[in-house]
């Protein structure tokens, strides 16, 4: 069982940046590939950024890449989500995921077998 704790998330201007941390139980984390959501209000959840075992490979969705960067800390048990430059349209809840199993670069929520909660993100313009 891994248990996924967001953190992080808040109100921020157009413009501004927010770092949000998910922290993670069990011995295992460094083994899974890690990835982050989101779902607005209305909208399906969809996948933001992914990081390998070893942090060694991550992959973005079109809409952040160049803004948003993934990272992880596995002696901490934590990965990162540091988002710059952010929009409007951004604002979602935002989610960690952890894949046990990874088969190829895991882009949607079927995939990952842990959730957590979510952390609220809002940017006004």
């Known amino acids: 069982q891994v248990q996924l704790v967001e953190s992080g998330g808040g109100l921020v201007q157009a413009g501004g940046s927010l770092r949000l941390s998910c922290a993670a139980s069990?011995?295992?984390?460094?083994?899974?590939?890690m990835g982050w959501f989101r779902q607005a209000p209305g909208k399906e959840r969809e996948f933001v950024a992914g990081i390998s075992w070893s942090g060694g490979n991550t992959y973005y969705a079109d809409s952040v890449k160049g803004r948003f960067t993934i990272s992880r800390d596995n002696a901490k048990n934590t990965v990162y989500l540091q988002m710059n430059s952010l929009k409007p349209e951004d604002t979602a809840v935002y989610y960690c995921?952890?894949?046990?199993?990874?088969?190829?670069?895991?882009?949607?929520?079927?995939?990952?077998?842990?959730w957590g909660q979510g952390t609220q993100v809002t940017v006004s313009s």
């Open positions: 995921a952890a894949d046990t199993t990874v088969v190829g670069v895991p882009t949607t929520p079927k995939e990952y077998d842990y």
């Open positions: 069990g011995r295992t984390f460094r083994r899974y590939w």
